[in-house]
């Protein structure tokens, strides 16, 4: 199986900073890389797909990097409402592996 | 507007069985392959299942093959999760997920919790 290795697992920050959050797969996964948020209480929404492509809706401050085995995802101003756990997913091969998540909170 | 709304959950006694059902709208179901994914109490995201667009094919993780079977219905949009032998570890909230480059749309989860 692919692992996911997610960093950091636990991420504070103030309103307007410039956010990320990186994600490394065990083995090259080329693009096949989405990144979900995850409120509390709430089902994970897809926020970027395949790396970089923004899921429709939303906000253009969310933004993904990378391919083969190192990914990043940048909020680049963070607003309240961001407040959320964040995970990866790869879907190059199945099992289809998830990140174990960071945890941003306000600063 | 895609919609996947779980049903089914609860709380189940060891060794016993349960079936989780989604009824998906706002999409041409018979079109696309979908999963089941969890969340065990404070843990992350774990793949469970999933059924290719027609049913012909399945894939489970390792830990519920044999005891855990997902179908589907596309005259009525719906997916299932028949799990039996349930353990404790298998206490989670459980995601109907549509498939189509990862997991892109997803319902809001329904928990199963097995104690005795």
């Not at chain 1, 409120?39 to 429709?56: C, D, H, R, V």
Request: aromatic share 12%; proline share 4%; net charge positive.
């Amino acid at each position: 199986d692919i692992q996911m290795t997610q960093s950091p697992s636990f991420l504070s920050a103030s309103v307007g900073d410039r956010v990320t959050i990186n994600c490394k797969a065990s083995q090259n996964i080329n693009r096949y890389l989405n990144w979900y948020q995850q409120k509390l209480g709430e089902a994970p929404k897809l926020l970027i797909y395949n790396a970089n492509s923004l899921q429709t809706g939303i906000p253009s401050r969310f933004s993904g990097s990378g391919s083969g085995t190192d990914f990043t995802l940048t909020i680049s101003s963070l607003q309240p409402e961001d407040v959320a756990t964040y995970f990866c997913l790869q879907h190059n091969s199945w099992p289809y592996t998830f990140g174990a998540g960071t945890k941003l909170e306000l600063k | 507007e895609v919609q996947l709304v779980e049903s089914g959950g609860g709380l189940v006694q060891p060794g016993r069985s349960m079936k989780l059902s989604c009824a998906a709208s706002g999409f041409t179901f018979s079109n696309y392959g979908m999963a089941w994914v969890r969340q065990a109490p404070t843990k992350g995201l774990e793949w469970v299942a999933t059924i290719s667009y027609d049913g012909s094919s399945t894939y489970y993780r390792d830990s519920v093959k044999g005891r855990f079977t997902i179908s589907r219905d596309n005259a009525k949009s719906t997916l299932y999760l028949q799990m039996n032998s349930l353990r404790s570890e298998d206490t989670a909230t459980y995601y109907c997920t549509r498939g189509g480059g990862g997991f892109p749309y997803w319902g809001q989860g329904v928990m199963v919790t097995v104690s005795s």
